[in-house]
């Protein structure tokens, strides 16, 4: 069922992306500033380099961002087993006063 979903998502996708490299086959000027560089491409290869790089850009925020929540999830569980440690420890000592008395 997963396969069949993903196969129609492409599907649409392609059935998007044929007709806009149809349409847009000229070429455009790009001008790279940090460079001072032209470049003659394609209009539809830059459209998908933008979107290819906003992609990418948007999964290293996102990795950045659980790389975070895990960090934060490390240190609480490292909080947690200090604090059980300590609670242990009084209860120990709590056991050995009525013990004692």
Known sequence: MK?????????L??????????ANRHDV??????LSVDVSL???LVF???LLAGVVLMGVVASSSRVKARLHALKAEREVKQLAARL???EE?????EQGA
Do not use: N, S, T
């Not at 996708?13 to 149809?22: F, G, R, S, T, W």
């Not at 000027?29 to 940090?34: F, M, W």
């Open 3 to 11: 396969r069949l979903i993903i196969f129609l998502i492409i599907l």
């Open 48 to 50: 998908f380099v933008g």
């Open 88 to 90: 242990r420890g009084y």
């Open 42 to 44: 394609p209009l539809y």
């Open 29 to 34: 000027v790009v001008h790279i500033a940090a």
């Open 93 to 97: 000592a709590e056991k050995d006063h």
């Open 13 to 22: 996708l392609a059935l998007a992306v044929v007709p806009m490299v149809v």
